[in-house]
């Protein structure tokens, strides 16, 4: 294993030593997807016993495919940013930043263990809402594949810029790692179509990777047709949100080794 | 060989001046005890040699690498303990030492974890989490984490802090025996005077971010006609008594 990969196994190893000696832990990472799934699964039921039979599976495939593809992006932003946050709570990001790991190789395990840690929360969900309301997301196809990376990529965006806040800014920054991402979820357009939003926040929505994949689910859901422009736009957009992302991380990396807040971090 | 080199060294933050354009080396092998009151800077000069703080100007090299373009050729060789920095607690004593293994490319790392167990006397705690440990069993792990990558540099701030006698003794000793047998240069950041005797061949006594006197210890206590560095130190800190020859 070359230097660099070993430094990346060696942070990603202490996640998964935490998780394995931690059930509550693990618990908790497929909870909440679980529970989502299951509260917009009885809407959709309920729905469906007001609609036609066509309508209702329609529905009932947008609100189910919406909640779920939504965990991926929230359940990656989360997976980045809780990872770093357990360095800060154990007091070991003084340890970690003297070791020889590179700034890019601990956001390279960080987003490993975002992967690993969507996957355990976001399959058992996916596998329910198959087993109880007969949704099989899978039936989007290989193109899933596509929407969930793109999702990833920008739960990945947005953890590093909280990281990066709570670097330079410390423990007071930390609730943006719970709630910043529920802030865009209305411009998402995870629900509905971004046509449904007044006018003038409709630039928001298509400034957001999100919102593109999301009109590409429903175009694949209710009408069996790929809409390769939305997929395009939403790597394209990942591509300008990550790459600001990790300049804001360089930046607030270099300021926090200026003003010292990475000596008393965690404080 | 000088394993450590520091010149100018100054940091500021706003208008308060942390550490005021300091200057020492430390030779390879030896042992340099930082010496000052709260506040005095210490702290603020291991945080710069480690690559932490960036310093307001000056200049550090450390094993011939420039901190500030080359940190991580050097901090690969160094390695660093405080009792202030915690390992993670609810990981073992053992998984945290594979953690540093692997961030310190360590090879042969289940070896090396043996070796310091032995010689860290370490075996009976090394598969508890290491949150459940006494203070002496911590600075002992704490220890061993730092030595994981056999460094040619180490930084110690307050290592013996809040021990008993009995574990002060036997880290000391330890250290004494890795040094010697390793070559190993130490940077130790102290308020035991007892423990600066006993481990420094060269002492830099700090006072509000400038170096105010150096020397070996047997030529600072000469120089203020003192019986220990204790005295030194309060004369120092307090502004009681100049150097005999000063």
């Known amino acids: 294993m070359s230097a660099a990969l070993n430094r990346i196994w060696g942070l990603m190893y202490r996640h998964l030593a935490l998780y394995r000696g931690s059930w509550p832990r693990l618990l908790e990472l497929a909870y909440w997807p679980i529970l989502q799934m299951c509260i917009w699964g009885f809407t959709a039921s309920f729905l469906a016993s007001r609609m036609s039979a066509g309508a209702a599976e329609l529905a009932g495939a947008a609100l189910l495919g919406g909640v779920l593809l939504w965990e991926v992006t929230l359940r990656s932003q989360m997976g980045l940013s809780i990872s770093f946050l357990e360095e800060m709570w154990s007091r070991n990001l003084g340890h970690i930043f003297v070791s020889p790991l590179r700034p890019y190789e601990m956001i390279a395990a960080l987003i490993g263990m975002s992967v690993i840690r969507m996957l355990i929360g976001v399959i058992p969900a996916i596998l329910l809402a198959w087993a109880f309301y007969a949704f099989n997301l899978f039936a989007v196809g290989p193109v899933l594949v596509l929407f969930f990376a793109n999702l990833m990529i920008f739960g990945w965006a947005i953890a590093l810029s909280v990281v990066s806040l709570v670097l330079r800014h410390g423990a007071g920054a930390e609730p943006l790692a719970w709630g910043v991402l529920f802030g865009l979820a209305p411009f998402s357009a995870v629900f509905y179509p971004v046509s449904v939003l007044p006018m003038a926040v409709r630039w928001i929505a298509w400034i957001l990777p999100t919102s593109h994949v999301f009109e590409g689910m429903r175009g694949m859901l209710l009408d069996q047709t790929l809409l390769w422009g939305q997929l395009a736009a939403a790597f394209g957009l990942n591509l300008v949100w990550l790459f600001g992302a990790v300049l804001l991380f360089n930046w607030q990396f270099r300021q926090a080794r200026l003003s010292g807040a990475l000596v008393s971090m965690g404080e | 060989m000088t394993a450590i080199q520091v010149e100018q060294l100054t940091k500021r933050y706003g208008d308060v001046l942390a550490v005021d354009g300091i200057d020492f080396s430390a030779p390879a092998g030896a042992t340099v005890g930082l010496l000052g009151g709260n506040g005095a800077g210490k702290t603020t000069t291991i945080a710069m040699l480690l690559g932490l703080l960036i310093p307001t100007s000056g200049r550090i090299r450390v094993l011939g690498h420039d901190m500030a373009t080359d940190r991580f050729a050097a901090l690969a060789r160094m390695n660093f303990s405080s009792p202030?920095?915690?390992?993670?607690?609810?990981?073992?004593?053992?998984?945290?030492?594979?953690?540093?293994?692997?961030?310190?490319?360590?090879?042969?790392?289940?070896?090396?974890?043996?070796?310091?167990?032995?010689?860290?006397?370490?075996?009976?705690?090394?598969?508890?989490?290491?949150?459940?440990?006494?203070?002496?069993?911590?600075?002992?792990?704490?220890?061993?984490?730092?030595?994981?990558?056999?460094?040619?540099?180490?930084?110690?701030?307050?290592?013996?802090?809040?021990?008993?006698?009995?574990?002060?003794?036997?880290?000391?000793?330890?250290?004494?025996?890795?040094?010697?047998?390793?070559?190993?240069?130490?940077?130790?950041?102290?308020?035991?005077?007892?423990?600066?005797?006993?481990?420094?061949?060269?002492?830099?006594?700090?006072?509000?971010?400038?170096?105010?006197?150096?020397?070996?210890?047997?030529?600072?206590?000469?120089?203020?006609?003192?019986?220990?560095?204790e005295d030194v130190f309060l004369d120092i800190a307090r502004g009681r008594r100049q150097a005999v020859d000063a």
């Open chain 2, 84 to 229: 202030y920095v915690s390992l993670p607690f609810r990981l073992t004593v053992r998984q945290n030492l594979r953690v540093y293994g692997h961030l310190y490319n360590v090879r042969d790392l289940e070896q090396r974890i043996a070796e310091l167990s032995d010689e860290l006397d370490l075996g009976a705690v090394l598969d508890r989490p290491a949150g459940q440990l006494s203070a002496g069993q911590k600075t002992r792990v704490a220890l061993a984490k730092a030595l994981i990558n056999r460094p040619d540099v180490l930084l110690l701030d307050e290592p013996t802090a809040s021990l008993d006698p009995d574990t002060g003794d036997l880290v000391r000793s330890w250290l004494e025996r890795y040094r010697g047998e390793t070559g190993c240069t130490i940077l130790l950041a102290s308020h035991n005077m007892a423990e600066v005797e006993r481990l420094c061949s060269h002492v830099l006594m700090l006072k509000k971010g400038r170096v105010v006197d150096r020397g070996s210890p047997d030529e600072l206590l000469a120089r203020y006609g003192r019986a220990d560095l």
